[in-house]
C-alpha cells in the first residue's frame, strides 16, 4: 500500500514563510509523481494552487511556491497571510500503477 | 471554462448502491481529459475513488475497486460513480473534478452523501 505523509500541522506568523512537505513510502518523490498541491478550508471544496511540481494557475497567489526538496515535494509560502490558515493537501500520481494518492494534509494554522 | 457540478441521492441505505453523476458543462466530455471522483468522511482527508478516460479507460483506488463503476455518457456530456455494498464508511462529500496536462481544475462543489438505515 501507498503511503503519502504530510506534516499534520504547522503554525507560523503572519508575513512569515513555511514550507509543507509531501513525502512518498516508495521513495524520492519525482517529477513523474506530477505533484499537485491544493488548499481547502472549512466547508468548501479543495482548490489547486500549484500542479506538476511548481506550475501555478492564474488564481493562484505569488506567495504560494512549488519545489522538489530533499526527495520530496514542497509547497513553501512566503509572506503568510491569515487567510491562508487552511488544509492543505498534495496529491502524487504512480505511473506504474495507474493510481493517484493523497496525503493526509497538513493543517495550517497563521497565529 | 469548464464546470462541474454532481448530483444523486443524499441518503443510501447500508447494503446499497451509492449512484452519482457529474454534469460537465462549458466544454465536451470527449476532450483529451480524465474525469475523477475524489471523498472525503467527515472530518477527514481526501481520498481518491478513480478515474475514466475521455475514450473510457477506467482505474480505480485498489481499496475500492471490488465496489467501484465508473462511466461516462457521451450524450448527456455527464459521467458517473457507481460504488455498491455501501456501509457507514461510506458516508461523505463526494467530489468530481477533471484532470488535464496534470492539473486537478476543476472540481465541483461536493455532495454530501449519508449512509444510513
Known amino acids: 500500500q501507498i503511503v503519502v505523509t504530510q506534516e499534520p500541522s504547522l503554525t507560523v506568523s503572519p508575513g512569515g514563510t513555511v514550507t509543507l512537505t509531501c513525502a512518498s513510502s516508495?521513495?524520492?518523490?519525482?517529477?513523474?509523481?506530477?505533484p499537485n498541491w491544493f488548499q481547502q478550508k472549512p466547508g468548501q471544496a479543495p482548490r489547486t494552487l500549484i500542479y506538476?511540481?511548481?506550475k501555478k494557475h492564474s488564481w493562484t497567489p505569488a506567495r504560494f511556491s512549488g519545489s522538489l526538496l530533499g526527495g520530496k515535494a514542497a509547497l513553501t509560502l512566503s509572506g503568510v497571510q491569515p487567510e491562508d490558515e487552511a488544509e492543505y493537501y498534495c496529491?502524487?500520481?504512480?505511473?506504474?500503477?495507474?493510481?493517484?494518492?493523497f496525503g493526509g494534509g497538513t493543517k495550517l494554522t497563521v497565529l | 471554462q469548464v464546470q462541474l457540478q454532481e448530483s444523486g441521492p443524499g441518503l443510501v441505505k447500508p447494503s446499497g448502491t451509492l449512484s452519482l453523476t457529474c454534469a460537465v458543462s462549458?466544454?465536451?466530455?470527449?476532450?483529451?481529459?480524465?474525469w475523477s471522483w475524489v471523498r472525503q468522511a467527515p472530518g477527514k482527508g481526501l481520498e481518491w475513488i478513480g478515474e475514466?478516460?475521455?475514450?473510457?479507460?477506467?482505474n480505480y483506488n485498489p481499496s475500492l475497486k471490488s465496489r467501484v463503476t465508473i462511466s461516462v455518457d457521451k450524450s448527456k456530456n455527464q459521467f458517473s460513480l457507481r460504488l455498491n455494498s455501501v456501509t457507514v464508511a461510506d458516508t461523505a462529500v463526494y467530489y468530481c473534478?477533471?484532470?488535464?496536462?496534470?492539473?486537478?481544475?476543476?472540481w465541483g462543489q461536493g455532495t454530501l452523501v449519508t449512509v444510513s438505515p
Open positions: 496529491l502524487l500520481y504512480y505511473g506504474g500503477v495507474q493510481l493517484w494518492v
Open positions: 473534478a477533471t484532470v488535464a496536462a496534470n492539473s486537478w481544475t476543476p
Open positions: 516508495t521513495g524520492a518523490v519525482t517529477s513523474g509523481h506530477y
Open positions: 462549458g466544454g465536451s466530455i470527449t476532450t483529451s481529459s480524465w
Open positions: 506538476s511540481i511548481s
Open positions: 475514466i478516460s475521455h475514450s473510457g479507460s477506467t
